[in-house]
């Protein structure tokens, strides 16, 4: 089965996608297989009202471990199972926090595993703030490693929200190469345009 991980800076927006997503798809609950940094496994139930609740906030590292739901797509005359995994956010520098660390380099060796890398970006922070804080470097370094390991697409998230016009323009100035689309995990736009790539490349 293809994994698809989601990766970027704390507070893009990962899990609201992974769990918007998964309503997008049809579903009203969400099976969440959560992977230590020992490699150890356990699966918790969710409705995805309750995950939303419980997984995702303004508080940077909420998401310290892999996560991931098994979901369906139509592919030609079938349909095709796929893995969409949710990772902890990297940032630049060294965090102080070892759990933080731990999670950070368990989301860069999840990176080598990947068939489908989605790379998110806050569109309307870097709008605010223009490329040079809105774009870190390891958003650069994301981009160069990860288009080595498969295939990588970026999303330009929180379209709903003031500045992200001008962040969009950023963006696929900064990565001319990429392809790149427009989504806001919370209204579900650009979702259509997602699956359809998604449905492509697993």
Do not use: W
Request: charged share 20%; net charge positive; proline share 3%.
């Amino acid at each position: 089965m293809h994994k698809c991980l989601i990766v970027g800076k704390p507070n893009v927006g990962k899990t609201a996608f992974l769990l918007s997503f998964s309503r997008y798809l049809g579903l009203a609950q969400v099976e969440l297989r959560v992977r230590t940094s020992d490699g150890s496994i356990h699966a918790k139930r969710r409705s995805i009202d309750c995950a939303y609740t419980e997984l995702v906030g303004p508080v940077p590292h909420i998401t310290q471990e892999l996560q991931s739901v098994v979901l369906e797509l139509p592919v030609g005359k079938g349909r095709r199972s796929f893995e969409l995994v949710d990772s902890s956010g990297i940032m630049d520098g060294i965090h102080a926090s070892p759990v933080v660390r731990a999670a950070m380099a368990q989301t860069l060796e999840a990176v080598t595993a990947a068939k489908v890398i989605i790379h998110i970006l806050d569109a309307a922070a870097i709008g605010l703030l223009g490329l040079s804080e809105g774009v870190g470097v390891i958003d650069r370094d994301l981009a160069e490693y990860a288009q080595q390991q498969g295939e990588y697409f970026l999303l330009a998230n929180k379209m709903d929200l003031a500045g992200a016009q001008r962040g969009l323009q950023i963006i696929t100035k900064a990565f001319t190469q990429v392809q790149t689309f427009p989504v806001s995990a919370l209204t579900m736009e650009g979702f259509k345009e997602v699956k359809r790539h998604v449905a492509r490349v697993i």
